[in-house]
């Protein structure tokens, strides 16, 4: 059999698609886009054949520097602040992808185009791909690093924690509502364009100044894949532009899907960069100096604004907003605060911050140390237990804040905070930009058109509602985060496993109640509520040096 070109093998592709003529194809998937059959071609051409043996190669590579790195003893030599992060970074990243891969058919449903097809369906065994590499690599991880704690119920965990709660959104985002909205534009023109050069680009180099660089192998195969699905959303896109009609949805949701993938994306990959590492140099880039590079530069400037030519009006303004929270409102130490205040329910060990780090963010965030440097020292202060609760329930002038909505980050940037009754019920956002998309873009009618394909922002979305009232001890137990005595918490608010004495218990947690602030919320009269928004706008949040 002669060896056909791959070009040829892939124009083979289309004559082989073909339509019922004697019925109308059902819809599984909806969409308010509409799309005509124009022959947008797929530019990469990639059939199975090729695809195999590059992803083949791509794997040996994987699984030989795994083996490389439990023979070279990689275990020892790892930063184990970096680490402990990783069980909540690899618990969270294998959903989103396997996400991506359930969001192909939606795709594949909504535009008519063979070639397009293709791409898709590569992309799809991509995504299942990298969800299994890194599972495998936790696995590894959970085998051999020091403390498997939480690494060992990384699963169950990312299900029922507050953090998991934010990931979940995220990746659902992928495969609810209109199916262009979700599966194109959410997840392909934004997140994988724009937010995967932090995610496996930054995330890599970090994880190599920390001594690990089996993470660095995993995601760097992952990135390199990343392409393909660059190409299939730009694709859809510009056939979606061809058509008028589809203009104001793009707009739409340009916004929804840049706001969004920026309060999540940014939240946790500037977390765990930032606060997850114990590279210290000076001539290290920041998180904000990387996003300004590579989201920044990179995406806005040379894949969004040339999208301006089509008459797409460009979000600029939402761009410039993450960017002042990012460097100026201090948003991914706002987020790394919240993580710490809340580690009794976390299923990872959070490191102190010390006088190198401290100089070294202040070098980089002017202003930090003001803001948080003594929180931080009340967190290294509180950091045993003996008469000292934690430090979520201390007297350390900090306000556990309430969460958004939409995105479900917490409502962090305080002055940004919005409250409206939505679906009957008192809700709280992080943004204008959150509030607008729970309450204008979500909605089966959006600007005089019927959009009944679009997703609703519903059920029990917040964690903290579902532990209202509960004592802190029995939060802990029915989470399930404590180790094998059946006591002692994952979660300590520093890395010392050698002293028994230094180590919390659901002991030190038991007769500490825990209140939803969204309940509370409901709870109050129009003037209480008004009171307290405005309060909670007006409260800086900041630790007293003198505490």
Not at 278 to 284: G, P, T, V, W
Not at 360 to 366: H, I, M, N, T, V
Not at 392 to 399: K, N, P, R, T
């Amino acid at each position: 059999m002669s060896r056909q070109s791959l070009s040829k093998a892939h124009a083979k592709i289309t004559e082989l698609s073909w339509e019922p003529t004697f019925a109308t194809p059902a819809k599984k998937f909806g969409t308010d886009y509409t799309f005509d059959k124009s022959p947008k071609k797929d530019p990469l051409k990639q059939i199975l054949r090729s695809y195999f043996p590059m992803e083949e190669e791509k794997d040996n590579r994987v699984f030989g520097a795994m083996d490389g790195a439990i023979r070279g003893n990689m275990f020892r030599q790892v930063q184990e602040r970096w680490m402990e992060w990783q069980k909540l970074f690899l618990s969270i990243i294998p959903f989103p992808e396997i996400s991506a891969a359930r969001a192909m058919p939606l795709a594949i449903d909504a535009v008519p185009n063979p070639q397009i097809h293709n791409g898709l369906a590569v992309q799809m065994i991509d995504e299942v791909r990298h969800s299994t590499i890194q599972m495998n690599l936790k696995r590894l991880y959970m085998n051999h690093y020091i403390d498997p704690a939480g690494f060992d119920i990384s699963e169950k965990a990312f299900a029922n924690s507050y953090c998991g709660t934010i990931g979940r959104q995220f990746g659902e985002g992928f495969i609810t509502g209109d199916a262009i909205t979700a599966a194109n534009v959410y997840l392909t023109v934004v997140a994988e364009t724009a937010f995967t050069n932090t995610l496996f680009v930054a995330m890599p180099s970090e994880a190599a100044a920390n001594g690990d660089y089996l993470l660095p192998t995993v995601f760097h195969s992952v990135q390199s894949d990343e392409s393909r699905h660059i190409s299939n959303g730009y694709s859809i896109l510009l056939m979606a532009l061809a058509d008028e009609d589809n203009r104001q949805l793009l707009e739409r949701d340009l916004r929804y899907a840049w706001w969004n993938n920026h309060c999540v994306v940014d939240a946790a990959i500037g977390t765990f960069i930032e606060y997850g590492t114990k590279d210290r140099r000076k001539e290290r880039d920041s998180y904000a100096e990387m996003w300004r590079r590579w989201i920044y530069d990179d995406y806005y400037r040379s894949y969004l604004m040339p999208l301006e030519k089509y008459g797409l009006v460009i979000p600029h303004d939402l761009v410039e907003k993450a960017w002042d929270r990012i460097y100026n409102q201090h948003y991914v130490h706002r987020v790394a605060q919240f993580f710490a205040t809340g580690w009794p329910v976390n299923y990872w060990r959070i490191d102190p911050m010390t006088d190198v780090d401290f100089e070294w963010f202040e070098d980089k965030y002017p202003g930090w140390y003001d803001q948080f440097g003594a929180w931080w020292e009340a967190y290294n202060r509180l950091a045993y237990p003996g008469r000292n609760k934690p430090i979520a329930f201390e007297s350390v002038g900090y306000e556990y804040p309430c969460r958004c909505w939409t995105c479900m980050v917490p409502c962090l940037i305080r002055e940004d905070l919005v409250v409206d009754k939505v679906d009957g019920e008192w809700r709280s956002y992080c943004s204008e930009t959150c509030h607008w998309t729970d309450a204008v873009a979500f909605r089966p009618r959006y600007e005089g058109r019927d959009t009944p394909s679009m997703g609703r922002l519903t059920g029990k979305r917040e964690w903290e509602t579902l532990y209202d009232g509960w004592d802190l001890a029995d939060i802990v137990s029915d989470l399930g985060y404590v180790r094998d005595d059946g006591k002692t918490v994952v979660g300590q608010p520093h890395l010392h496993l050698d002293d028994p004495k230094k180590l919390w218990t659901t002991d030190d947690f038991r007769g500490i109640e825990f209140r939803s602030p969204k309940v509370l919320l409901n709870q109050m009269s129009d003037s209480e509520r008004e009171a307290w928004a405005a309060a909670y706008r007006a409260n800086p949040n900041r630790t007293p040096a003198t505490v």
